[in-house]
């Protein structure tokens, strides 16, 4: 058997050249963070080396970046201009034990949304133009680089969560929105998880403009915390934390916090998952109904985190456990997102699709990828 190779291409052209004299499967990477499955891939190429934001236009909200720029530059670049991507995409690495510098490809292709999903969507809602190279070794582009452009949009959603398993990414364009002035932390403690589900399901619905809403049956002091985020301009952050606080008077345990730094702290640390940080086991994250939450995070046992107001619960399990067995059928999916060396390939890291869904993608696959040289087997 051939030694695998590392790819680097400088230049979208090089990397079209790659994937069309390519006669072994590859494995698509951009900054190595964010290896969550296995493939059958026996090369490998990195966007690592198409680097560099092309375009960022602070008066249109609009930034575009070749697709292995990485994501700390961009942040810098934005937070210059006091803007921000909204989508809050999470750093993979504490939670993987992985190095390597996250990439806004690896962002794209694994559509990293973050605490802030649910109240400005995902990372493929702040999606607006693409450029990748397909399984045949064409370019594509799509999509534009202002707002106004829609042209090809579900093309452009489509990439975002494919894994590179439909193309690999070599530029992206993004919207990017204003950073908030203010921020503020609504903290119930005491909480069961059906309670806490109530409450973050109450808080979302009001008109209060909550942009996160967690919840840890076991807080890093020991006792169940549930947390409300709003933010914006000081007084209408002040006004709504506390129109919170007297809509959730009933219970016991109830503050305000303010302190940015704090925070800012907190919700990175329910971003990334950091309860299982550094803790033995594999993990999982489950998309659910926020209503079916309690029931699956009693299922699932162990330690658990709820993000987007019980609509995303982590979980962590012993190693090399099928925790779908243990959650039976229920409306949604689970992944799992970590799992140990030696476990890693004996169970799918993506749940099985509806068999519609599993044609259409089969379908996909076929058009973008006939060879089927991107990513085997990471998808099913």
């Not at 119930?188 to 840890?216: C, D, F, Q």
């Not at 709504?240 to 940015?260: H, N, W, Y």
Request: charged fraction near 20%; aromatic fraction near 4%.
């Amino acid at each position: 058997m051939t030694k695998s190779q590392i790819n680097c291409p400088r230049s979208e052209k090089e990397l079209a050249e790659f994937v069309r004299d390519a006669s072994r499967a590859i494995r698509v990477t951009g900054g190595d963070t964010r290896r969550i499955g296995s493939t059958q891939a026996e090369d490998v190429v990195s966007t690592s080396a198409l680097s560099g934001i092309t375009l960022y236009d602070p008066g249109a909200l609009t930034l575009v970046a070749k697709s292995g720029t990485p994501l700390l530059e961009i942040e810098n670049a934005l937070a210059a201009e006091n803007q921000r991507l909204a989508f809050e995409p999470m750093d993979h690495r504490s939670l993987l034990g992985t190095q390597g510098t996250s990439t806004i490809g690896g962002v794209v292709a694994a559509n990293v949304s973050g605490p802030r999903r649910v109240q400005v969507g995902a990372c493929r809602d702040h999606l607006l133009g693409v450029r990748f190279v397909d399984g045949r070794g064409d370019v594509i582009k799509n999509g534009g680089r202002v707002m106004k452009n829609v042209t090809g949009y579900d093309l452009v959603k489509l990439m975002a969560g494919s894994y590179g398993t439909l193309g690999i990414l070599s530029e992206v364009s993004l919207k990017v929105l204003p950073q908030v002035e203010a921020v503020a932390t609504v903290l119930i403690k005491g909480l069961t998880n059906s309670e806490a589900v109530s409450v973050m399901s109450r808080a979302m619905g009001s008109p209060y403009e909550v942009s996160g809403a967690a919840h840890m049956p076991l807080g890093m002091e020991g006792e169940a915390a549930t947390t409300l985020r709003v933010e914006g301009f000081h007084a209408s952050v002040a006004y709504r934390a506390q129109a919170l606080v007297e809509m959730f008077k009933g219970c016991s345990d109830i503050t305000v916090q303010t302190d940015p730094t704090r925070t800012a702290a907190a919700w990175q640390g329910i971003s990334e998952a950091a309860p299982f940080h550094n803790e033995a086991g594999d993990v999982w994250k489950i998309s659910c109904v926020p209503s079916d939450a309690p029931r699956l995070a009693q299922a699932a046992g162990g330690k658990i985190l709820f993000d987007w107001a019980g609509g995303l619960i982590w979980a962590l399990t012993t190693e090399g456990h099928d925790l779908r067995v243990d959650l039976g059928a229920f409306d949604g999916h689970a992944t799992r997102i970590r799992a140990g060396k030696d476990t890693v390939a004996d169970i799918p890291t993506f749940a099985p699709a509806h068999p519609l869904i599993e044609r259409l993608s089969v379908g996909l696959r076929e058009k973008f990828d006939p060879r089927g040289i991107l990513n085997p087997g990471l998808m099913g």
